[in-house]
């Protein structure tokens, strides 16, 4: 008799359990990654809808679409919604559609079932984040570019003594304003009489440009002056020195006519002008970084709670479909 070759010609097929339980695999694939792209599609259509809901729901006109604390809940709460429903699909799917197994106890059934749910929103949620890497950035990652932005921004920083200048916004009206002619300046010339020509000598045209150029050359340097005590003291309560304060004033006495201590009231005014502004600036970037900073946070807090409700989510569900698979 030949040993070699196995007859089961009488043995029952369905009775030969070991065999037929070792032939088969305890992970079935198919069914993950049948139930992975279930859950996918879902979550991607989803968050497709959620993000038409949402652009249709704000308007930037005032009175208008719902408030920013409103929007904030809704897409947190459809987020964790759209998580629910596309894990618990996939579960299902991976559960209900893997290999039945054979002479296998009921814990080991039900744990491969729960890891089958497991790897199905793994999968799922690797895939769904390869296809929405730039929405993720957008979302996340410009939160974090704002702060970081907002954190270098030169507002925040203290300006160099070598090259500084104040550039804010107003600053070039508040320096206009300081270099404006006194009132009792004889400004008649400035209105061509009738019948006369109205075009300038080259003489009066070369007088004219050089008082012009005086004058920017005046602005710019009480505006680097300005800028200089700035960066030594932010605070607004910080003054010029002496020796600034007496320069800047007869530069701006030469260039109004205003007398010396008239002048050095508008120099002192402008300068506290000027360091008020400067301050609330640097108030409004930090408020604005520190805001970015918490939303940034928010998010990654709510995403993580949401991934991690639907690992549960798509665990439980794949015992379930399993239960009604193998009933």
């Known amino acids: 008799m030949n040993t070699d070759r196995v007859s089961y010609s009488n043995a029952p097929l369905a009775t030969d359990v070991n065999t037929v339980g070792a ?7 198919g069914a993950i990654f049948a139930g992975a792209a279930a859950g996918a ?5 989803l968050l497709m809808l959620g993000t038409g809901l949402g652009l249709s729901s704000v308007s930037p006109w005032l009175g208008s679409g719902i408030g920013i604390k409103t929007l904030g809940v809704s897409t947190i709460v459809w987020i964790i919604s759209t998580q629910l429903a596309a894990a618990a699909l996939g579960g299902y799917i991976a559960g209900r559609m893997r290999t039945r197994w054979l002479n296998v106890a009921v814990d080991e059934v039900y744990f491969r079932d729960t890891a089958h749910g497991f790897l199905t929103w793994s999968i799922a949620t690797l895939f769904t984040a390869a296809l ?11 939160a974090a570019d704002t702060t970081i932005s907002a954190m270098n921004s030169p507002m925040l920083q203290p300006a160099k003594p070598a090259a500084v200048e104040l550039s804010m916004p107003g600053n070039s009206y508040a320096l206009d ?12 010339q400035l209105t061509p009489e009738p019948n006369t020509a109205t075009v300038a000598m080259p003489q009066q045209r070369s007088s004219s440009n050089m008082a012009v150029q005086d004058s920017m050359l005046a602005s710019a340097e009480v505006s680097r002056i300005f800028a200089y005590t700035q960066s030594l003291d932010s ?13 800047a004033a007869q530069l701006v006495a030469q260039q109004t006519g205003l007398g010396y201590s008239e002048a050095e009231t508008r ?3 402008s300068y506290t002008l ?20 918490k939303s940034a ?8 709670i949401s991934l991690l409700i639907g690992a549960f989510i798509a665990s439980f569900s794949a015992t379930i479909g399993a239960k009604h698979r193998d009933d």
């Open 23 to 29: 032939a088969i695999s305890a992970v079935s694939w």
């Open 267 to 269: 120099v002192t005014n």
């Open 297 to 304: 946070a928010q998010a990654s807090l709510w995403l993580f």
């Open 235 to 247: 605070s607004v309560n910080s003054a010029l020195s002496a020796d600034d304060l007496r320069y």
């Open 41 to 45: 599609s879902l979550s991607l259509i």
């Open 177 to 188: 304003r300081l270099f404006r002619k006194a009132d009792s300046a004889d400004n008649t």
């Open 132 to 142: 929405l890497t730039s929405t993720i950035s957008a979302v996340l990652g410009g």
């Open 274 to 293: 000027l360091s008020a502004q400067a301050a609330e600036l640097k108030t409004s970037a930090k408020m604005l970084a520190d805001t970015a900073r």
